[in-house]
């Protein structure tokens, strides 16, 4: 068994198909998945210190940040639902979107960042 084989073993979810079902390298899907993941933790960082500008009175800050937190949570409960456990539908959502194409993906987090 190759490493590449063995790390393919340990990442898969339960229940998941053991052949893939596109053409995407396995590494690249989970080069993705941790950029996400490691994305909306950063986006959740930042969005709590672009929350601290309830201290300047500034409300705008506020509720900015506050979405960011949001669209960040959602984006770590779609890429690392491992993260999200104690959620009962993390795990339908993350089913989700994992059927869908990558480029339905891409757009999606594109669209909502625009938002904060």
Known sequence: MSFG???TKLMERPGEDPNPKDDVPWWMKYAGRGLGTVGS???IFLG???CS???LADVSCFLSGALQIIIAFIVTCCEAPCC???IDHVQRLSDFVDH???WNRAAAYCV???SP
């Open 48 to 50: 709590l210190l672009n």
């Open 53 to 55: 500008g309830i201290l």
């Open 112 to 114: 909502l960042s625009f």
């Open 84 to 86: 999200c456990m104690f």
């Open 5 to 7: 084989e063995k790390i």
């Open 100 to 102: 869908r194409p990558y």
């Open 41 to 43: 933790f950063i986006a």
